[in-house]
């Protein structure tokens, strides 16, 4: 999808929006504030031993017993989108590209497009309207 550059089809991207790694740390603080917290309980302190790792990400089990990862509870909670995929998406949203362009442009469908789109303006109105910054 990137490459080291930053350059996606010809659209400068800053690298740490194209970066897979540095994509989840940009999520984990755009949307949880840079911690991950129980969806259940809400605790956002967890020991070494409660995390295993899980695809690309970290898999975690709270002391209140339920198993979550570091999308639970964000706009790509349940998306097949990579982190990186999702990072120039919403880049590219508050960019106002159209949703087909971004399709064509991150390899995923026009209505995962939409439906990013309606999951980001559910939890911040600015996001969908272009008004999230990155």
Not at 78 to 95: G, M, N, R
Not at 101 to 128: F, H, K, Y
Request: proline share 4%; charged share 20%.
């Amino acid at each position: 999808m990137g490459s080291s550059s930053g350059v996606v089809d010809g659209i400068e991207l800053r690298p740490e929006l194209v970066d897979e790694a540095a994509a989840r740390h940009w999520l984990l603080q755009a949307f949880k504030s840079g911690r991950m917290i129980c969806p259940a309980c809400g605790r956002s302190e967890f020991s070494v031993a409660q995390m295993t790792s899980f695809r690309d990400g970290r898999r975690v089990k709270c002391a209140c017993g339920r198993w979550f990862i570091d999308r639970t509870g964000t706009p790509i909670d349940h998306s097949s989108l990579t982190h990186a995929q999702a990072a120039v998406l919403i880049h590219l949203l508050a960019c106002r590209y159209p949703a087909a362009e971004i399709a064509e442009r991150i390899g995923c469908s026009a209505d995962t497009v939409t439906r990013m789109q309606r999951r980001l303006a559910s939890r911040n109105p600015a996001a969908a309207m272009g008004g999230l910054r990155v």
